[in-house]
């Protein structure tokens, strides 16, 4: 099933990039189930939320959340909300093309981002309608910025919603830099331009395995 994905990635029909694939019927029943699936995950949020309460002064001391400005549809700004993972800092000093700061991730920190929980939050992203459930992963807005005028690519990525999961993030996993970045948007392209109800289920399939593997960056 994986192959069948990626395959997909190969060839990207730059004629039509900017035009997202799929119906209008697609593409509004996408934002319904969206929504919906978000309202049912709250409670859920709300528990980790509070356990977290309990365990941050102890494994993770700081705020519960972590907010940062990402690139969203249109290239728009938004504040992507997660668990925090790392020692609170005044700003991002990473560059586009540095590694994660591993030495600030805290022991809390670690399993959360391994076992993805840190993302949870992010469905408060979808609820209020800047993120999707399935859609490009939204990078930091300085690195957007960035990665605009290097890759050709990398605007057309931002004409649907970002997302909570990908094609990208099940087939390439974690990237940086600016090449593997490039190959990200191509891969994202793809995606765009070929979305349909099958390969988001797909996606949806490939990223349970995903979070089974533990291997959260």
């Known amino acids: 099933m994986a192959t069948d994905i990626t395959m ?37 949020v709300a528990v980790v939320s509070l356990v977290l309460l309990v365990l941050n002064p102890f494994f993770n001391r700081g705020p519960l959340m972590y907010r940062q400005a990402r690139m969203g549809r249109d290239l728009e700004p938004f504040v992507a909300i997660k668990f925090r993972t790392m020692v609170p800092s005044a700003q991002v000093t990473r560059g586009a093309n540095d590694p994660v700061e591993r030495d600030r991730i805290t022991p809390l920190g670690g399993l959360l981002r391994r076992t993805r929980i840190d993302e ?7 609820l209020t309608g800047d993120m999707a459930l399935i859609g490009p992963r939204p990078d930091y807005m300085e690195h957007a910025e960035e990665f605009l005028s290097l890759i050709p690519e990398y605007r057309a990525r931002h004409a649907v919603r970002p997302g909570l999961t990908g094609l990208s993030q099940v087939t390439l996993g974690y990237v940086q830099g600016v090449e593997e970045t490039r190959f990200k948007a191509q891969t994202d392209l793809a995606y765009i ?3 349909n109800l099958w390969m988001d289920l797909k996606i949806l399939w490939l990223t349970v395995f995903t979070l089974a593997s533990f291997e959260g960056q």
């Open 193 to 195: 331009q070929r979305a």
């Open 8 to 44: 997909t990635t190969h060839v990207v029909e730059k004629t039509s990039a900017n035009r997202p694939g799929g119906s209008s019927l697609f593409w509004t029943t996408k934002r319904i189930l969206d929504f919906a699936i978000s309202l049912l995950a709250l409670p859920l």
């Open 120 to 126: 949870l939050p992010q469905f408060i992203n979808i």
